[in-house]
């Protein structure tokens, strides 16, 4: 028997694969379709153990659909643009498409040996001129169809690198990156009208039932339906051309506990007034430096300015409130204005204990002891469920939920005319403007006298060009001296193109559709769509559970507008599984300063580092880290153990929704169970015919048995229990004294059940074991019901209700003959008395009253 070498085979049977076409994509009208799909990767050069788990969840599972007769669809891309391969540029002098294909081309070749049914023949990138002409394309058409729309915003600018930054990127009020303090800029930007969509978005949530439920709570908080009122303070005294401050709440019910009202420092108001006044201006300015997350505005101090101007309350003429302007209040939020109910608002509490303004609760909890916010408790804020008693306003002493306290402060609104209940989301409009060169370039056209026009069809794609710098901060497109010119496509004067390219989510948000048509010279190949579509099964991080997920849908909704998906496609996604991650230990020793060093695995052994003995600290495990150093290389575990035994190891070890542990002990328990199975098929393969009827049935029902648990299990992503049921079938197959034939059968069910995680083991063994043909096209073992049932069944006994034996018989016996053989089995027990009554429950248990 040689010994199992995994190098050797797993080359040999990729090679194979790939000369029979096992993989390629091809709709079959007489076949059932599955499409497949994995997050595809930003190709940052080097895959690690989280792209290995990834990818083989979405494996095994087109592999079990392929063998289970359907036509599956398992593609691969890259999503390449971004700012990274601009930061490699600058910092190496070279070139973001060089440092992004030359990255492809290396995690393709580390990608292939782990042998992976993907068809590569679809393979693209998001920065190929073929992939953003089409997304161009899309652009233009959504343009048509009012999806898009162009409008001055205020955005975080990074003066140093002269770009926009997202929330994310502020950390305290400075650029994540230069550190210079962000300046919130009016610039005009191109954005997709996603809040118009925002009710149909959150509704079809509670069709998605095979989406996690996370992931459905998560976009429905980040979508942001809430019920409240429109209304309008008037002002004292008009100002700047302003007579009243309009301002959107969900809490109406608080208006009596009103102190203030506040506008946005971008607010138009806030403006005006800074245009006159020196002091708002600088109040202004400084309040635009701050940052504009939610996180960011709770946790930074809550400063103002008061405008010396005043409102009156809608409910009292006589009641004024003085008008503020407040760092914590954002424009693109609302009306960019609120009214401050300080004792059930957190941060209006901050602010108005920060300027001594009335602090005055409209409700207290139903029931207990309460201390007020104006005593100098916490502001009071429950949810709108739970119930309150109303001390102010429109319920009077009665107790009731905040919920009703809302609607009861709509009604009486709109009843009086000074309010109006509307349903409002938290989801904005998608700015896609990005200052940067390595992205999509937006398809218009600036023209003095003609404003912006689209690029005609025919000039599409607008690639990017390549004679670009980066020995500067900004946009290398805004200082080409050649590219930004062109003739106004109307009226034929010199003008500019536009040198914003498209946010890389937009890349991400359509592949899914691109690649049922890869090569199409549209969008999409509307029969190809309509055969492919939806992706059945979607795999990937949670990371991705609000922004992409959320766009990607978006994006269906909007190509089925504009007649590039069929409409049963409008949710591209059916069903959705979020993977966890693959953590390591992390080693750190330090330097003479104390600082932490931190040490690759492979640097490491019995809590020492190999060169020097010296001893390091073990962490415990986390997420993989390049910084850390906690990382192992796939490519060194194929070299050492091979593709399965990785395989194997990433999917057994947890279940796939948890966080699953990388040890060098776990990949070599791997390697030898794999041995084993060698072994084993071997054994099987040369084994002499020696019949044996009891042992050849057991073995058979266990066969039968294992092929339906994990038929099952792998249907439900128990990839973890689908391996456990394998290795308690290959205990027993090397223990049965079953004859040749049927141990043959066994082992040959037992390799092409193991198929989808170790594919290529199991070809090998296929063919040792007589395998007709490539065990990676063989259709998938069934079960014989029949043999799923037990002709025995083992029933306990017990005596006055203890547990006194048990007894095996057959399934249909009599239950005047289970009487006899369970009184015959606890006699010891009854000690000569005779049973009072003796109780049988068929198939469970035997119950004996003494």
């Not at 509670?206 to 339906?225: C, E």
């Not at 991080?541 to 089925?560: D, K, N, P, T, W």
Request: hydrophobic share 40%.
């Amino acid at each position: 028997m040689p010994p199992y070498s995994a190098p050797t085979i797993e080359a040999r049977w990729q090679a194979a694969w790939d000369e029979a076409g096992c993989f390629r994509a091809k709709a079959d009208p007489e076949k059932p379709k599955y499409y497949v799909l994995e997050m595809f990767p930003y190709p940052s050069g080097r895959i690690h153990m989280g792209h290995v788990r990834n990818y083989t969840m979405g494996d095994v599972v087109a592999r079990h659909r392929r063998a289970t007769g359907h036509a599956v669809l398992h593609p691969m891309g890259w999503d390449a643009f971004g700012l990274p391969a601009e930061n490699a540029a600058m910092a190496s002098g070279g070139h973001p498409k060089d440092w992004t294909y030359a990255n492809i081309a290396d995690m393709r070749g580390q990608m292939k040996p782990l042998g992976f049914s993907i068809d590569w023949s679809r393979e693209f990138a998001t920065c190929d001129p073929e992939y953003y002409g089409q997304q161009q394309a899309l652009f233009l058409d959504m343009l048509d169809a009012d999806l898009v729309t162009r409008r001055a915003a205020v955005v975080n600018w990074d003066p140093v690198e002269m770009t926009v930054l997202a929330n994310e990127q502020v950390v305290d009020g400075k650029g994540w990156r230069s550190g210079a303090e962000v300046e919130r800029r009016e610039l005009t930007q191109w954005f997709f009208k996603i809040s118009d969509m925002a009710g149909d978005l959150l509704d079809a949530l509670d069709g998605l039932d095979d989406w996690p439920a996370k992931v459905k709570l998560m976009q429905a908080n980040w979508i942001g339906r809430s019920r409240g009122l429109e209304l309008a303070f008037q002002m004292t005294e008009p100002a700047q051309g302003f007579d009243s401050i309009p301002v959107y709440t969900t809490r109406p019910d608080t208006l009596l506990g009103a102190s203030f009202v506040a506008v946005s420092p971008d607010h138009p108001l806030a403006k005006a007034l800074s245009a006159e006044d020196p002091s708002i201006a600088a109040y202004c300015e400084e309040a635009r430096k701050g940052g504009t997350t939610e996180e960011a505005i709770e946790t930074a101090e809550k400063t103002g300015i008061d405008t010396g101007l005043r409102v009156r309350h809608p409910l009292d003429d006589s009641w004024e409130l003085p008008v503020w302007i407040a760092n914590f209040i954002l424009m693109d939020y609302g009306t960019g204005a609120i009214f401050g109910c300080p004792a059930h608002d957190g941060r209006d509490l901050d602010f108005a204990r920060k300027y001594q303004l009335p602090v005055v609760s409209t409700f207290v909890p139903a029931q207990g002891e309460h201390v007020r916010p104006e005593e100098g408790a916490d502001a009071f804020t429950p949810q709108k469920s739970e119930p309150v008693r109303y001390v102010k306003l429109f319920a009077g002493e009665e107790v009731q939920t905040s919920d009703q306290g809302v609607e009861a402060a709509v009604a009486q609104a709109e009843a009086e005319g000074w309010g109006k209940g509307v349903t409002r989301y938290r989801l904005r409009d998608w700015l896609l403007s990005r200052q940067r060169y390595w992205g999509c370039p937006i398809p218009v056209i600036h023209c003095a006298d003609c404003g912006a026009v689209p690029v005609p069809r025919d000039q599409l794609p607008v690639e990017l060009p390549e004679d670009v710098t980066f020995d500067r901060p900004g946009n290398p497109l805004d200082r080409h001296p050649t590219w930004g010119r062109a003739p106004c496509p109307q009226c034929g004067k010199e003008a500019r193109r536009e040198t914003d390219t498209m946010d890389t989510f937009v890349d991400s948000s359509w592949y899914y559709a691109r690649f049922t048509a890869p090569q199409a010279v549209t969008p999409t190949e509307m029969d190809e769509a309509a055969y492919w579509m939806n992706v059945d099964q979607y795999i990937g991080g949670i990371e991705h559970a609000i922004l992409h997920l959320l766009y990607s849908r978006f994006f269906a909704r909007a190509m089925v507008k504009t007649g590039h998906l069929p409409a049963s496609a409008r949710e591209p996604f059916d069903a959705l599984f979020t993977q966890g991650m693959v953590t390591h230990e992390i080693y750190q020793s330090r330097d003479e300063n104390g600082r932490p060093v931190y040490h690759f695995p492979e640097e490491v052994e019995g809590g020492k580092l190999k060169d020097t003995g010296a001893p390091v600290e073990v962490i415990s495990s986390a997420k993989m880290s390049k910084s850390k150093k906690n990382v192992v290389d796939p490519v060194g575990i194929v070299a050492t153990y091979g593709a399965d035994t990785a395989r194997w190891f990433v999917l057994s070890d947890s279940p796939p929704e948890r966080d699953v542990e990388w040890t060098a002990s776990g990949a070599e328990a791997a390697y030898k169970h794999l041995s084993r199975v060698w072994r084993l098929a071997h054994e099987a393969a040369s084994s002499q015919d020696k019949p044996n009827a009891v042992a050849d049935t057991a073995l058979e029902r266990a066969r039968h048995k294992i092929v339906h648990e994990v038929s099952q299990v792998i249907e439900s992503f128990g990839f973890n229990a689908a391996i456990a049921k394998l290795y308690g079938f290959t205990n027993m197959l090397s223990k049965s004294d079953a004859g040749a034939g049927v141990k043959q059968k066994a082992a040959r069910t037992l390799v092409q059940l193991m198929a989808p995680m170790t594919p290529h083991l199991s070809e090998e063994l296929w063919t040792l074991l007589g395998g007709d043909g490539l065990c990676a096209q063989a259709p998938w073992p069934k079960a014989d019901r029949a043999m799923l049932v037990e002709d025995s069944i083992t029933l306990p006994i017990q005596v006055n209700g203890k547990r006194r034996g048990e007894i095996q018989v057959a399934r249909d016996l009599a239950v005047a003959e289970i009487e006899r053989l369970a009184l015959e089995a606890v006699s010891r027990s009854l000690d000569g008395v005779a049973p009072k009554k003796v109780i049988v429950v068929p198939g469970r248990i035997v119950n004996v009253v003494a």
